[in-house]
């Protein structure tokens, strides 16, 4: 298991929306693309997604349990936190 992780995410509301977009990306949407258009964390979005890298406890747990589980360039499913809906893709 990584001490640290590189990765990007996608945040939305409603798990419906969630849900709409893991689609996108399966049949080859961009990740970044997704994330500037469509991502409520603004600060992320603008990046494409980008967190950068992070260790663990920086996170809100259930984003960190996924986050550290993928593998490099593995995309998660969405997942729930107190934010919202995440969809989580690892860089390094």
Same mark, same amino acid.
């Given at each position: ?29 961009? #990740?970044?693309?997704? *994330?500037?258009? +469509?991502? !409520?964390?603004?600060? /992320? ?6 967190? &950068? @890298? ?8 259930? #984003?960190?349990?996924? *986050?550290?589980? +993928?593998? !490099?360039?593995?995309? /998660? ?6 934010? &919202? @809906? ?7």
């Amino acid at each position: 298991m990584p001490n640290k992780v590189k990765c990007s995410h996608i945040l939305v509301q409603k798990q419906s929306e969630a849900i709409v977009i893991y689609e996108r990306l399966k049949n080859g949407e961009k #990740f970044g693309k997704l *994330a500037k258009e +469509l991502s !409520i964390d603004t600060g /992320s979005a603008k990046k494409d997604g980008n967190l &950068g @890298y992070f260790t663990k406890g920086i996170m809100v747990k259930p #984003f960190e349990e996924a *986050a550290f589980k +993928l593998q !490099i360039g593995e995309m /998660s499913e969405p997942i729930k936190s107190e934010f &919202g @809906y995440h969809i989580i893709k690892r860089f390094g």
